[in-house]
């Protein structure tokens, strides 16, 4: 899915282009090159590259008298006079030979890794090249100037790259039906999984889960971002118990600490394949799961945010005591999601349709199915007027 202000994003980086390439108060010559710079960009190429290899040629000597002025030949010299002449500076790349896109869902730490194996560079030492600092959470820490920076490397949108991130100021693009819910439970504060221990900034530890079958069935494996979260226990497409640590040490799952260049995830610590890791078969818990992510997905989509406060509340009071406990007890606690305790997990809804929405989807029916009744009932409201 393309993100809606793709254009805008890529829009605003043209113009820096244009005030960084050409500081000129001439209006006509700004136009010409933001012109250009968007018929490259339109036809999938580097918009940076064609400037650099276009400047001498599109607007004459204004562009000319700001540029070096290319040797002519070397003048006479004395005999047994060496000559030299300076050689030009190589024509640098604007972006990575590799450039992975951040799948729609995934997490922003999991596309970084998997750009540091494409480029065939232990994701570690990646990270601290292109991130410049240690940042104990990359996700959450990331710096916005980075993240454009990262985003011109790899040849996509800022918005689309800051969608991965955990960040609650860098807006991105929601991809995924996912991302709305999640975007509803970063925006809270309350729901992001941690453990014991703290960081420099004085923060818990972060928390990163995974489905040993998702990552051995990927074509490109990878992280999802709504493995950060402790309301999701369990893989809704293979019905299986997510791993919140190493299954063989025991260690926290940091991606982007790894050292093996490997495209399937291994443990920083002990090295192992997470993908090995047992399949523990979680179908009875499964229906629950589901029914509690639509239920976050209509409240990101269909339940405006001064409402949403009662949900929450409600919600985060489930996941209180757990959401510091391992994965194995926060899906015990999804056995108790049901129908007739819904205003105990969700707090009662001010509108009667959202009640029995989400009455609806607490009984397993899916989102989809939900919004087809939705537009039924509409259209029998309005024979019905008429």
Known sequence: MQP???????????????????PTPDPHAKAMI?????????????????LRDGLWTWF????????????????????????????????????????????????????????AVAAGVPPCEFAGEELGRA??????????????????LSGQSFAHLAGGTLSTTIKGVED?????????????????????GHDRQGRELPVL????????????????????FSPMAVCIKHGCRLHDRCWNCAAAIEP??????????????CGVMLSEAKHINSMLFRPRQRALSALLFYLGAQISADERGIHLDALSSRFRGVAKSSVAVREQCLATLRPSNMEIWFGTATHIEHAASLRML?????YGSLAKIGRRRELIAGTAAR
């Open 362 to 366: 607490a009984e397993g029916i899916a």
């Open 4 to 22: 809606q202000d793709g254009r805008a994003e890529t829009e605003a980086s043209l113009v820096e282009a244009v005030e960084a390439w050409l």
């Open 256 to 269: 982007i600490e790894q050292r093996a260049i490997d495209v399937q995830p291994r443990c920083a610590t």
């Open 135 to 152: 940042i104990d959470d990359i996700d959450r820490d990331v710096a916005p100037t980075t993240l454009r920076r990262l985003a011109l």
């Open 60 to 115: 004459g000597p204004r562009v000319s008298r700001a540029l070096l002025t290319p040797s002519r030949g070397a003048a006479p010299t004395a005999p047994g006079v060496m000559e030299f002449e300076p050689l030009k500076t190589p024509r640098r790349p604007t972006m990575w030979p590799q450039r992975p896109k951040r799948i729609p869902g995934e997490l922003f730490a999991s596309w970084l890794w998997r750009t």
């Open 34 to 50: 933001l012109s250009f710079l968007r018929q490259a960009a339109a036809s999938g190429l580097d918009p940076i590259a064609v």
């Open 209 to 228: 889960q995974y489905c040993p079958k998702c990552l051995e069935t990927d074509p490109r494996p990878y992280f999802r971002r709504v493995w950060r």
């Open 176 to 196: 995924t039906p996912a991302s709305v819910a999640e975007s509803v439970l970063l925006q809270d504060g309350r729901f992001l999984l941690v453990r014991r």
